[in-house]
C-alpha cells in the first residue's frame, strides 16, 4: 500500500526531475501546442506538492494515462500552454479532477451522518429497547457488541457492553440528543402511541417551528429526539431562523400528544398541525429538557 509520506517523497523528487524540467527546458522548436499534465499530491491540508509533465499534443494521451497511473490519489489539471511564449502561464485548462479519493481540501467533507455508538452496563437491557424503540434489527450481536440498523445503513447504532461505567453527571460536557426523522406526522404519533403502550414517554414534547419533536430518555439517560419535518423544504426551514418569531421564541412552543391525537382523530389537516403557534417570549429556562 503507498502511503501518503511515500507519495509526497515521490512527489517532490519526481517534480524536480521532471516538473522544473519542463517548465524551464522550453518547448519552442515544437511545431504544436505544449499540453502539460499537472499532479497535485495531498501531503496534508495546507501541503500540496505539485508534479508536472509536459509533451507534444501527439504524447498526451500516453503521458495523461502514465501520469494518471502513477500515484493513487490527487487532483490533477492538463494545462495547454502557448510553446512560443513560454511563460510559464497556462492558457488554457483542459480538464481538471481527482483520482482515486477527492484530495481537494476545500471540497473534503463527509457524505452523511452514518451511526451514534453507545457504551452501557446495562448492555442486554438497552439492545431490547433500541431494537423496540427503533423498530430496528440487529445485523450482528453478541456478549461484547451490537450493531442496530433500520434502514440501507449496516448499522445506525451500536451498543457496546462495557462493564461498570458510572452515571452520566447532567454537568458534562457531550452530546445533547441524537435526532431521528419520521416520515409524517402520522408516523410521529403512531411511533408515540406503538411506545406510550409499553410504558414509554416522552420527556419533552415541543414544536420547535422547523420540525415537530418529541424527546426520550433511553435506559442510560442518554436524550433521542423523534422528529418530523414541518416545511416541504430547507430553504423555508432556514428561513424562519431569521424569522422575527424566531427571535421571540428560538425553542418552541410545547404542546400535549393526547392533545395531538384528537386533532388528528378530528380530521385537522397536517399542515395545522404542524404549525407552530405564536406564544410570546421564551428562553432555554423556559423549557424543561436538561
Ligand atoms: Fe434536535
Known amino acids: 500500500m503507498v502511503s501518503v509520506s511515500m ?5 517532490r523528487e519526481t517534480g524536480r526531475a521532471t516538473g522544473e524540467h519542463a517548465t524551464k527546458s522550453g518547448f519552442r522548436h515544437l511545431p504544436g501546442p505544449v499540453f502539460r499534465l499537472a499532479r497535485e499530491i495531498l501531503t496534508n491540508w495546507s501541503n500540496r506538492c505539485i508534479l508536472s509533465a509536459a509533451c507534444q499534443c501527439a504524447e498526451l494521451p500516453s503521458v495523461k494515462s502514465r501520469w494518471m497511473g502513477a ?3 490527487g487532483v490533477f489539471r ?5 510553446n512560443r511564449e513560454d511563460d510559464g502561464v497556462a492558457d488554457d485548462v483542459l480538464e481538471s479532477g481527482s483520482v482515486g479519493q477527492s484530495t481537494a481540501p476545500a471540497e473534503v467533507k463527509p457524505i452523511k451522518l452514518a451511526h451514534v455508538v453507545l457504551r452501557s452496563s446495562q448492555f442486554e437491557k438497552l439492545v431490547s429497547w433500541y ?5 430496528c434489527r440487529a445485523v450482528f450481536e453478541n456478549e461484547l457488541l451490537c450493531f ?14 462495557v462493564p461498570d461505567l458510572g452515571e452520566q453527571p447532567e454537568s458534562a460536557a457531550g452530546v445533547h440528543h441524537v435526532a431521528f426523522t419520521f416520515a409524517s406526522m402520522g408516523d410521529l404519533m403512531a411511533q408515540y ?4 403502550d409499553e410504558g414509554i414517554k416522552p420527556v419533552f414534547v415541543i414544536n420547535h417551528g422547523p420540525t415537530t419533536s418529541m424527546y426520550y430518555c433511553d435506559p442510560d439517560g442518554n436524550q433521542l429526539e423523534f422528529q418530523i419535518e414541518n416545511y416541504d423544504s430547507v430553504e423555508e426551514s432556514t428561513e424562519f431562523f431569521y424569522s422575527e418569531e424566531f427571535a421571540e ?7 400535549d400528544p393526547e392533545d395531538m391525537l384528537a386533532k388528528i382523530a378530528a380530521g385537522v389537516p397536517e399542515a395545522e398541525l404542524k404549525r407552530r403557534p405564536r406564544a410570546g417570549s421564551k428562553g432555554l429556562d423556559d423549557i424543561k429538557l436538561r
Open 71 to 73: 500515484f493513487q490519489v
Open 7 to 11: 507519495l509526497a517523497a515521490h512527489a
Open 193 to 196: 402511541v406503538r411506545l406510550r
Open 131 to 135: 431494537k423496540f424503540v427503533l423498530n
Open 148 to 161: 442496530l440498523t433500520y434502514d440501507e445503513e449496516h448499522h445506525r447504532v451500536a451498543i457496546l457492553n
Open 249 to 255: 421564541n428560538p425553542i418552541g412552543v410545547e404542546f
Open 78 to 82: 492538463i494545462c495547454r500552454f502557448d
